[in-house]
T-cell receptor
């Protein structure tokens, strides 16, 4: 069965710390997504990766296709970064219509 | 910035009743999706829709569920004969194609009593 595993499940850090969230998957994918879910429930897409590295502001996402592993980094973390960060993948069987398979998410709390 | 809108934000329904969840995708998007998230669990894929037909569906999406794009703007999920275990947050998403991000609505919280 195709699985997406995230670690850690929960992470509490102090403001300013460098944060790393990890994601691994079991078989080859067409793309990997990092998403953010706030307490109200809404989901926001942060990155979509099929190779290499992407950066947006203080967020950096990397993917290693050979190792089937991706990381999301947050530099200079801030309390407003507190949210659930979710890794999701598409397995590439149906082109743009592929549904995403989600990990369980990492609950991040940044304390002032 | 264009966004996906979902209505209602919260729906309470008696078990056994039919419910329709509504979504307005971003206007130039071609691919549409429904996902659900049972409280405390991960988000699960239900169905994708392209070119006026279902493209892919999960094993969750059985005969109890149906989707429709009744006009050029709306995308609906119908759940017939609702069960207690259908209680969840339902998310609509839309996208422009492969290797493009999916844009999510804020969700409809469905509570079955």
């Amino acid at each position: 069965k195709n699985e997406v595993e995230q670690s850690p499940q929960n992470l509490t850090a102090q403001e300013g710390e460098f944060i790393t969230i990890n994601c691994s998957y079991s078989v080859g994918i067409s793309a990997l997504h990092w998403l953010q879910q706030h307490p109200g429930g809404g989901i926001v897409s942060l990155f979509m990766l099929s190779s290499g590295k992407k950066k947006h502001g203080r967020l950096i996402a990397t993917i290693n296709i050979q190792e089937k592993h991706s990381s999301l980094h947050i530099t200079a973390s801030h309390p407003r970064d507190s949210a659930v960060y979710i890794c999701a993948v598409s397995w590439g069987s149906g082109g743009g219509a592929d549904g995403l398979t989600f990990g369980k998410g990492t609950h991040l709390i940044i304390q002032p | 910035e264009p966004e996906v809108t979902q209505t209602p934000s919260h729906q309470v329904t008696q078990m056994g009743q039919e419910v329709i969840l509504r979504c307005v995708p971003i206007s130039n998007h071609l691919y549409f999706y429904w996902y659900r998230q049972i409280l405390g669990q991960k988000v699960e894929f239900l169905v994708s829709f392209y070119n006026n037909e279902i493209s892919e569906k999960s094993e969750i999406f059985d005969d109890q569920f149906s989707v429709e794009r009744p006009d050029g703007s709306n995308f609906t999920l119908k759940i017939r004969s609702t069960k207690l275990e259908d209680s969840a947050m339902y998310f609509c998403a839309s996208g422009t194609g492969e290797y493009q991000p999916q844009h999510f609505g804020d969700g409809t919280r469905l509570s079955i009593l």
